[in-house]
Protein backbone atom coordinates (compact mmCIF):
# COMPACT_ATOMS: atom_id res chain seq x y z
CA UNK A 1 0.00 0.00 0.00
CA UNK A 2 2.69 2.82 1.24
CA UNK A 3 4.35 2.45 -2.54
CA UNK A 4 1.39 3.91 -4.00
CA UNK A 5 1.68 6.81 -2.01
CA UNK A 6 3.48 9.62 -2.58
CA UNK A 7 4.91 10.53 1.52
CA UNK A 8 5.39 8.02 3.96
CA UNK A 9 4.62 9.54 7.38
CA UNK A 10 6.66 7.40 10.01
CA UNK A 11 7.11 7.97 13.72
CA UNK A 12 10.35 8.47 15.73
CA UNK A 13 13.19 6.92 14.62
CA UNK A 14 12.46 5.12 11.57
CA UNK A 15 14.25 7.27 8.88
CA UNK A 16 17.28 5.77 7.98
CA UNK A 17 16.03 2.15 8.37
CA UNK A 18 13.01 2.57 6.28
CA UNK A 19 14.85 4.77 3.71
CA UNK A 20 17.72 1.92 2.92
CA UNK A 21 15.07 -0.28 1.95
CA UNK A 22 13.06 2.13 0.63
CA UNK A 23 15.66 4.58 -1.51
CA UNK A 24 12.69 6.28 -3.48
CA UNK A 25 10.60 6.73 -0.49
CA UNK A 26 9.80 10.44 0.31
CA UNK A 27 9.13 10.12 4.45
CA UNK A 28 8.14 12.75 7.30
CA UNK A 29 8.05 12.67 10.69
CA UNK A 30 4.48 11.97 11.64
CA UNK A 31 5.22 12.01 15.63
CA UNK A 32 8.62 12.92 16.59
CA UNK A 33 11.06 13.72 19.06
CA UNK A 34 8.88 13.02 23.03
CA UNK A 35 11.84 15.45 24.73
CA UNK A 36 10.38 15.63 28.53
CA UNK A 37 11.13 18.77 30.14
CA UNK A 38 9.32 21.23 32.97
CA UNK A 39 9.60 24.38 33.10
CA UNK A 40 12.75 26.12 34.58
CA UNK A 41 13.81 22.91 35.96
CA UNK A 42 17.25 22.09 34.64
CA UNK A 43 17.65 18.70 36.28
CA UNK A 44 15.52 15.49 36.80
CA UNK A 45 13.95 15.12 40.04
CA UNK A 46 12.27 11.93 40.71
CA UNK A 47 11.30 13.16 44.15
CA UNK A 48 9.26 15.86 42.59
CA UNK A 49 8.28 14.46 39.87
CA UNK A 50 9.87 17.11 37.37
CA UNK A 51 12.23 16.51 33.82
CA UNK A 52 15.19 19.15 33.00
CA UNK A 53 14.42 21.59 30.44
CA UNK A 54 17.92 21.48 29.11
CA UNK A 55 17.21 19.16 25.87
CA UNK A 56 18.89 16.50 27.56
CA UNK A 57 15.78 14.27 28.99
CA UNK A 58 13.83 12.24 26.70
CA UNK A 59 11.71 9.00 26.23
CA UNK A 60 13.92 5.79 25.11
CA UNK A 61 11.90 5.56 21.66
CA UNK A 62 12.60 9.53 21.23
CA UNK A 63 14.98 12.05 20.60
CA UNK A 64 16.59 15.22 21.77
CA UNK A 65 15.26 18.26 20.14
CA UNK A 66 18.36 19.33 18.94
CA UNK A 67 18.86 15.72 17.46
CA UNK A 68 15.63 15.66 15.51
CA UNK A 69 16.18 18.61 13.72
CA UNK A 70 19.15 17.53 12.48
CA UNK A 71 18.05 14.94 11.23
CA UNK A 72 14.89 16.15 9.25
CA UNK A 73 16.99 19.27 8.09
CA UNK A 74 19.75 18.08 6.68
CA UNK A 75 17.95 14.35 5.57
CA UNK A 76 17.26 15.28 1.96
CA UNK A 77 14.54 12.70 1.72
CA UNK A 78 12.78 13.73 5.42
CA UNK A 79 10.04 16.46 3.99
CA UNK A 80 9.79 17.60 7.88
CA UNK A 81 7.81 16.55 11.28
CA UNK A 82 5.05 17.19 13.48
CA UNK A 83 6.29 17.28 17.24
CA UNK A 84 5.03 15.26 20.30
CA UNK A 85 3.78 17.45 21.47
CA UNK A 86 3.59 21.20 20.86
CA UNK A 87 1.54 21.72 24.02
CA UNK A 88 1.47 19.45 27.63
CA UNK A 89 -1.86 17.74 28.11
CA UNK A 90 -3.58 16.22 30.85
CA UNK A 91 -2.84 12.37 31.12
CA UNK A 92 0.58 9.98 29.99
CA UNK A 93 2.33 11.58 32.92
CA UNK A 94 5.74 9.99 31.00
CA UNK A 95 8.04 9.07 32.51
CA UNK A 96 6.56 8.69 36.15
CA UNK A 97 3.09 7.65 35.54
CA UNK A 98 2.11 7.55 38.84
CA UNK A 99 0.22 10.12 41.15
CA UNK A 100 0.41 13.14 41.80
CA UNK A 101 2.36 13.36 38.61
CA UNK A 102 -1.36 14.15 35.93
CA UNK A 103 0.29 15.83 32.82
CA UNK A 104 2.56 15.52 30.30
CA UNK A 105 6.33 16.65 29.66
CA UNK A 106 6.82 16.63 26.03
CA UNK A 107 4.93 19.71 25.44
CA UNK A 108 7.44 23.24 24.30
CA UNK A 109 4.30 24.74 25.70
CA UNK A 110 3.31 23.82 29.22
CA UNK A 111 0.00 23.33 30.42
CA UNK A 112 -0.53 26.68 31.63
CA UNK A 113 0.05 28.22 27.78
CA UNK A 114 3.90 29.34 29.00
CA UNK A 115 6.89 28.52 26.52
CA UNK A 116 9.17 25.92 27.72
CA UNK A 117 13.14 26.55 26.51
CA UNK A 118 12.92 23.92 23.99
CA UNK A 119 9.74 26.47 22.07
CA UNK A 120 12.60 28.98 21.53
CA UNK A 121 15.03 26.23 20.15
CA UNK A 122 12.25 25.90 16.97
CA UNK A 123 11.67 29.54 16.99
CA UNK A 124 15.29 30.16 16.49
CA UNK A 125 15.54 28.18 13.63
CA UNK A 126 12.45 29.34 11.61
CA UNK A 127 11.97 32.86 12.48
CA UNK A 128 13.53 35.70 10.14
CA UNK A 129 12.56 38.05 13.39
CA UNK A 130 15.56 38.85 15.82
CA UNK A 131 15.70 36.51 18.82
CA UNK A 132 17.21 35.56 21.87
CA UNK A 133 16.77 33.36 24.94
CA UNK A 134 18.73 32.36 27.77
CA UNK A 135 18.89 28.53 28.84
CA UNK A 136 18.52 28.92 32.26
CA UNK A 137 15.49 31.33 32.11
CA UNK A 138 15.43 30.69 35.89
CA UNK A 139 19.05 32.26 37.46
CA UNK A 140 18.61 31.48 41.38
CA UNK A 141 19.23 27.86 41.54
CA UNK A 142 22.57 27.11 42.07
CA UNK A 143 25.27 28.00 44.63
CA UNK A 144 27.88 30.73 43.96
CA UNK A 145 31.01 29.65 42.27
CA UNK A 146 29.40 26.67 40.51
CA UNK A 147 29.63 25.89 36.83
CA UNK A 148 26.44 26.45 35.34
CA UNK A 149 26.06 25.25 31.53
CA UNK A 150 24.54 28.22 29.40
CA UNK A 151 22.99 27.93 25.78
CA UNK A 152 21.57 31.08 23.80
CA UNK A 153 18.75 30.24 21.14
CA UNK A 154 19.23 32.63 18.69
CA UNK A 155 19.43 33.38 15.04
CA UNK A 156 21.73 36.11 15.93
CA UNK A 157 25.23 35.74 14.56
CA UNK A 158 27.18 35.57 17.51
CA UNK A 159 26.08 36.63 21.29
CA UNK A 160 28.10 38.51 24.24
CA UNK A 161 27.19 37.47 27.71
CA UNK A 162 26.97 39.47 30.74
CA UNK A 163 26.87 38.84 34.32
CA UNK A 164 26.71 41.95 36.44
CA UNK A 165 27.53 44.10 33.62
CA UNK A 166 30.98 42.15 32.94
CA UNK A 167 31.45 40.52 29.89
CA UNK A 168 31.72 36.92 30.76
CA UNK A 169 32.16 35.53 27.26
CA UNK A 170 31.36 35.50 23.41
CA UNK A 171 29.66 32.87 21.76
CA UNK A 172 30.01 32.18 18.01
CA UNK A 173 27.10 30.96 15.93
CA UNK A 174 26.78 27.05 16.19
CA UNK A 175 25.18 25.59 12.67
CA UNK A 176 22.83 23.28 14.54
CA UNK A 177 24.36 20.12 12.72
CA UNK A 178 26.81 20.29 14.44
CA UNK A 179 24.99 17.88 17.40
CA UNK A 180 27.49 18.71 20.33
CA UNK A 181 25.80 22.41 20.56
CA UNK A 182 22.60 21.63 21.68
CA UNK A 183 20.99 25.13 19.98
CA UNK A 184 22.97 28.27 18.45
CA UNK A 185 25.52 29.25 21.00
CA UNK A 186 26.44 27.75 24.44
CA UNK A 187 29.31 27.62 26.97
CA UNK A 188 29.32 27.64 31.27
CA UNK A 189 29.53 30.38 33.56
CA UNK A 190 30.32 30.63 36.95
CA UNK A 191 27.17 31.33 38.89
CA UNK A 192 26.74 34.43 40.89
CA UNK A 193 24.09 36.34 41.91
CA UNK A 194 22.59 39.28 40.04
CA UNK A 195 21.65 39.96 36.52
CA UNK A 196 22.58 37.61 33.30
CA UNK A 197 22.62 39.59 29.83
CA UNK A 198 22.60 38.18 26.64
CA UNK A 199 23.11 40.71 23.25
CA UNK A 200 22.71 39.05 20.67
CA UNK A 201 24.26 40.27 17.53
CA UNK A 202 24.22 40.46 13.31
CA UNK A 203 27.02 40.07 11.24
CA UNK A 204 27.45 43.36 10.73
CA UNK A 205 27.48 43.71 14.57
CA UNK A 206 24.57 45.33 15.14
CA UNK A 207 22.45 44.69 18.48
CA UNK A 208 19.64 43.02 17.59
CA UNK A 209 18.25 41.25 19.99
CA UNK A 210 18.46 40.35 24.23
CA UNK A 211 17.37 38.73 26.85
CA UNK A 212 17.80 38.97 30.73
CA UNK A 213 17.49 37.00 33.62
CA UNK A 214 17.70 37.79 37.05
CA UNK A 215 18.26 35.60 40.62
CA UNK A 216 15.01 35.93 42.71
CA UNK A 217 16.39 38.32 44.83
CA UNK A 218 17.73 41.44 42.51
CA UNK A 219 14.78 43.77 41.59
CA UNK A 220 14.65 44.20 37.69
Not at 93 to 112: E, L, M, V
Amino acid sequence: VSNELDIQGLNYNAYSGYHKSYPNWCLYGSETTSVISSRCVYARDDVNYQCSSYDDDKVSWGSYAYKQIDLTMNTDYCAGMFIWTGWDYIGEPTPFNKYPARSSYFGIIDIAGLPKDAYYLYQSMWTDKPMCHIVPMDWSQWTVGEEVNIMVYSNASYVKMYLNGELVGTYNNKNISDTTSKGSFYGTIPFQKGRLVANAYDSNDNLIAQDVVYTADVAN
